[in-house]
């Protein structure tokens, strides 16, 4: 039994490691998917004075600290998203690894649902573009991944995708475009990795989320009535808190509502 709980204390360990490194790469997805450049070449360099980057300077998170978030060279701030989607997505490996019960199959596939959602992530905070070419065969593999794995069965990962495209459309129709289509489509992966319930949870959830980050940065002048502001984050964040604690949720809500016992 000790030795069962060390090796799963060493897994996790080491899925928070590999979460930071693969962060990493995400915030490369990030940067460089929606201006059309290539993710693997030419390697990591500074966007403003364009120097390669050492080795010491590529540590996940690490690294942003000890250059204080500055270019050596020019100076010029590096944004905190960086660290940020490195560090959300080594807590999400480790998370999953720490729930995963010996289904390695299913850890893998949650693995890849994390890096998809911090590439999405990385997108919509640089660019406010979520692209095609990465939430359109993200929907198929986490269709298949899910009901291969049994992480939903196949009518419930269907469903949650298509509960998932159909109201994000329904609000980007209602509200003449002002939420993009872009986010329907991050929402089919989303949905069949959680199901039609609980992706109508993470939806709440995520408007909840929106607005309490919203709300105190337009009374702060910081965002300007009308000006878009990124979503993606958002639902990423619903959907992690569906994933790990959704359940707890619902019955918390249940009980306050008297649905349940």
Known sequence: MAQESATHEILIALAFIYGLIFGSFANVVGYRLPRGESVVWPGSHCPNC?????AWELVPVLSWLVIR????????PISWRYPAIELATGVAF???????????AKLAVWWAFWLYLA???????TSLILP??????AGVIFFLGSGLTDIRTW?????????GYAIVAAVHFVTGGKMGMGDAKLNLGIGAMLGPGYMVMAFVLAAIYGMLAALPLRLAGRVKPQQPIPFAPFLALAA???AF?????????ARLTGLGP
């Open 94 to 104: 480790a998370l999953s690894a720490a729930t995963s019960s010996g289904n390695y």
């Open 155 to 163: 009518p419930m990962a269907a469903a949650g995708a298509a509960v």
């Open 240 to 242: 992690a808190t569906c």
């Open 132 to 137: 095609d070419v990465l939430t359109l065969p």
């Open 50 to 54: 364009g120097r390669d980057l050492a």
């Open 245 to 253: 604690v959704g359940p707890n949720l619902w019955h918390l809500y």
């Open 69 to 76: 978030g500055r270019c050596r060279t020019c100076k010029v």
């Open 119 to 125: 590439s999405a992530v990385g997108c919509d905070l």
